[in-house]
């Protein structure tokens, strides 16, 4: 199984941006997909997670200004992120927890995210 993320970049303060992330691979369910960040010198956090059911789960920091979504049937995961701030700056990972014979969690290679003051 793969995670592959996209979207990332550079942006000013207040602006937007949007990521994506795909899962692929051989046969497998989701049970919850979603998003961690980590800024240099921090530890990565949880930012946002969405069950295959459609339960989200937001960091505090975020709720208001992020939208966490999944398509199922494509096994994708979505972020939209609004009103974006500079400590909003760091290397977002996708993350997935999949069934094929058992539980597992999966982490995508990150995708950078900048927000210039």
């Known amino acids: 199984v793969q995670l592959q993320a996209s979207g990332g970049g550079l942006v000013q303060a207040g602006g937007s941006l949007r990521l994506s992330c795909a899962a692929s691979g051989s046969s497998f369910s989701v049970g919850t997909m979603g998003w961690f960040r980590q800024a240099p010198g921090k530890q990565r956090e949880l930012v946002a997670t969405v069950t295959s059911g459609g339960a989200t789960n937001y960091a505090e920091f975020v709720k208001g200004r992020f939208t966490i979504s999944g398509d199922t049937a494509k096994n994708m995961v979505y972020l939209q992120m609004n009103s974006l701030k500079p400590e909003d700056t760091a290397v977002y990972y996708c993350?997935?927890?999949?069934?094929?014979?058992?539980?597992?969690?999966?982490w995508g290679q990150g995708t950078e995210v900048t927000v210039s003051s």
């Open positions: 993350y997935a927890r999949l069934f094929q014979r058992f539980w597992t969690n999966y």
